[in-house]
C-alpha cells in the first residue's frame, strides 16, 4: 500500500542538547531516501519518532493514505511504517517463529502463513535454518531475519536503520533484492548507512542530517540493466 508520511516542526532535545530542528519533512508516496549523517547526529532517533515508536520533544507525524477506499478500510495510523532496528530484537525461539511472528493473527490459513515464511526466507537465503534456534545464528543472519520478518507485513514504508552494517555482498544483494520487491509494490524505503553500496543506490533522494537540521537533495539515477526495475511501482503501485 501507498501511503506519505508528514512531519512538522520537528525536534528533539535531550535534556539542554538540542539534536535537531526539522521544519518539515515528507516521504512517499514510494520513494527511496537516503539518510546520511555522522555518528550521534540523530538518523536512529529520527528514524523511530517517524515509526511512533519515540516521540519528538516538539511538533507531530502523520501518515496519510492515498484514497479515500483505502483510509475507510485500511488499517489507521503509522502500523504500515516499520522501523527496522539497528541491531534487531528477536525473540526466544526458532528462526521460523520469529518471521512468522508479524502475520500470526492473519486471517490466511496455516499453509499459506508457512509458504510466506519460506519465500522470506529464501529470499534472505536462510530457508534451511528455518527450525534453527534464533541463538544460533550469526549477527548478519540474524540481519536477514529481521528483514525477512519485516518484508512479510509488506511495510508501506520501512526504516532500515543501518542494515548493511554487518552483510558480506551477497546478503547485500539479497535486501536490495527485496527493497526493489517493496518499492515495486508501491513501499517507500528510508536507508542509513555510513557506506555507499548498492542498497543506498536504490535511493533517488538523500536526507543528510548535519548542524541539527536536515538537508534534502536529489540524488542521480543510477542506470541498471533493467530498467524496469527501477521503475517502481509505475505499473505495480495499488
Ligand atoms: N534516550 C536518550 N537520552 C539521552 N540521549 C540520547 C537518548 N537517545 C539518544 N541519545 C543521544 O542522541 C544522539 C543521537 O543518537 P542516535 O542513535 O539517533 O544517533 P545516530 O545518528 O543514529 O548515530 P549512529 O550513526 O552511531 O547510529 C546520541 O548522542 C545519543 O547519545
Ligand atoms: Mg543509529
Redesign the pocket.
Known amino acids: 500500500m501507498t501511503i506519505q508520511i508528514n512531519a512538522h516542526n520537528l525536534s528533539?532535545r535531550?535534556?539542554e542538547?538540542v539534536?535537531f530542528h526539522i521544519p518539515v519533512l515528507t516521504i512517499g508516496p514510494n520513494e527511496a531516501v537516503y539518510l546520511k549523517?555522522?555518528?550521534?547526529?540523530?538518523?536512529?532517533?529520527?528514524?523511530?519518532i517517524l515509526s511512533g515508536l519515540?516521540k519528538p520533544t516538539t511538533g507531530f507525524v502523520d501518515a496519510t493514505n492515498d484514497g479515500w477506499f483505502r483510509r475507510l478500510f485500511s488499517r489507521a495510523g503509522r502500523k504500515d511504517v516499520i522501523y527496522l532496528h539497528?541491531s534487531p530484537y528477536l525473540f526466544d525461539g526458532t528462526v521460523y517463529q520469529n518471521v512468522v511472528y508479524g502475520i500470526r493473527y492473519s486471517k490466511e490459513s496455516t499453509k499459506d502463513k508457512r509458504a510466506q515464511v519460506i519465500t522470506a526466507l529464501r529470499m534472505v537465503g536462510l530457508e534451511t535454518l528455518a527450525d534453527e534456534h534464533i541463538s544460533v545464528l550469526s549477527g548478519g543472519e540474524k540481519q536477514r531475519v529481521a528483514m525477512a520478518r519485516a518484508w512479510i507485513l509488506k511495510p508501506s514504508i520501512l526504516l532500515m536503520?543501518?542494515p548493511s552494517a554487518s552483510l558480506d555482498q551477497e546478503s547485500i544483494d539479497r535486501i536490495v533484492f527485496m527493497a526493489k520487491d517493496l518499492l515495486k509494490r508501491g513501499s517507500s524505503i528510508v536507508i542509513?548507512s555510513?557506506q555507499k553500496n548498492a542498497l543506498t543506490e536504490l535511493c533517488r533522494k538523500q536526507w543528510w542530517?548535519k548542524d541539527t537540521t536536515l538537508v534534502e537533495s536529489p540524488l542521480l539515477q543510477v542506470i541498471t540493466d533493467n530498467k524496469q526495475e527501477n521503475n517502481y511501482a509505475s505499473s505495480h503501485a495499488n
Do not use: I, P, Y
Open positions: 528533539m535531550f535534556k542538547r539534536l549523517g555522522d555518528n550521534g547526529v540523530g538518523k536512529t532517533t529520527l528514524l523511530k519515540s539497528q536503520d543501518e542509513t555510513h542530517l
